[in-house]
């Protein structure tokens, strides 16, 4: 559920009603995503599978909610091997960064006294990997919204230049449900690549890039099975 104060804490204004974990379902019959929000006693970022619970006579009881961390999303970046340079990131259509496998957090803070936070526009970020494949994409496709599955047969990685050396980059779209429309993005120079364009080619690169974003999308799938049906 919403990461409830502790017993101690001070809990005057805490109203689980208007909390977006709650809102994502309190009018719908079937479990949703909510939008990634602030947990109201800890200053991190998540979002939660909720399912809304009726009773036997068909009225609205309340809400069960799971939350996840962007941090523990993060955690998973961190153990790709993605060449010796290279990093993944997951972002909103909206542009707004989710994770990263880099050290940046996906908000910037506005208040450092009250920590109140913001959230990070990948054409923002200070990691070129982001903000440079961002633009990449922006560059490609007109519009985030306009990045989808590539149709079998047509995946190639998007080249583009950081800081005068070529990388490869390749991204793929996570989808599941109202809330959750993610974009997975790989990226690497390709200098990591040269001993095994030397070996076998530059589809090495193909295959290799598209095996990575693949993995991701097995590697969060867990998300899908989150909002199954109790």
């Known amino acids: 559920m919403d990461s409830l104060p502790k017993p101690d804490s001070i809990t005057v204004g805490y109203d689980a009603t208007v909390r977006p974990w709650y809102q994502a379902v309190s009018y719908q019959t079937q479990p949703a995503w909510s939008d990634i929000y602030l947990y109201f006693a800890e200053n991190v970022l998540g979002i939660s599978a909720s399912h809304p619970i009726y009773g ?5 009881q309340g809400v069960l909610a799971t939350d996840i961390q962007l941090d523990q999303l993060k955690d998973f970046l961190d153990t790709l091997a993605i060449g010796q340079n290279g990093g993944a990131f997951i972002i909103e259509r909206a542009g707004t960064m989710v994770a990263s496998s880099t050290p940046e957090p996906p908000f910037k803070l506005t208040d450092t006294e009250t ?3 913001e959230r990070l526009l990948a054409l923002d970020s200070e990691e070129a990997l982001i903000s440079r494949g961002a633009k990449a994409l922006v560059d490609q496709f007109g519009s985030l919204d306009q990045v989808a599955v590539p149709e079998a047969g047509s995946i190639q990685p998007f080249e583009l230049m ?3 050396e070529r990388y490869f980059m390749q991204v793929l779209p996570f989808n599941h449900g109202q809330h ?3 974009l997975i993005v790989v990226i690497a120079p390709e200098s990591d690549f040269i001993g095994e364009i030397r070996a076998a080619g530059q589809h090495i690169i193909v295959t290799g890039m598209v095996a990575l ?3 991701l999308i097995f590697g969060i799938g867990f998300l899908r099975w989150v909002t199954l049906p109790l």
Request: charged share 20%.
């Open 115 to 117: 920590y109140t936070q």
């Open 162 to 164: 950081i800081d005068n």
């Open 56 to 60: 036997v006579d068909g009225t609205f």
């Open 180 to 182: 959750l429309d993610w």
């Open 213 to 215: 974003a693949i993995a």
